[in-house]
């Protein structure tokens, strides 16, 4: 099974309504730099079990590019619980690829506070 599905105006809403984060590649037949792109983002995206990898062709698939603004091609967008959180126009490379996903990427869970142990004395260190 490849690493990035193709989906289209009937499943593009299912495929990002998940919980997790998406990456949407948008992009056309046509377009070299998306063609160019190609291999990177099937690499990025088999090394990637936090993240899922999707492609839309615009042509294939209008309604979804006007929905988002698309206005060129490659676009990348990222999508956390079916809602776009970054976008980001352009060819990149798969160092770029985790830039730009790590930078967008919803915070983990807040970590449990550390609080004293009612059974060990506070050390005052205040000199």
Known sequence: MPAVNNV???DFDAA???PGPVLVDFSASWCGPCRAMAPALEKFAASRSDLGVVKVDIDDA?????????????????????KPVAAQPG?????QLAQFVDQHMPAAAPRKPVTQDPNRPQVDLDW
């Open 16 to 18: 990002v309504a998940g």
């Open 62 to 82: 209008p309604d979804i590019a006007g929905r988002y603004s698309v206005r060129s091609v490659p676009t990348l967008a990222l999508f956390v619980e079916g």
């Open 8 to 10: 289209g105006s009937s």
């Open 91 to 95: 060819m990149m490379s798969e160092g």
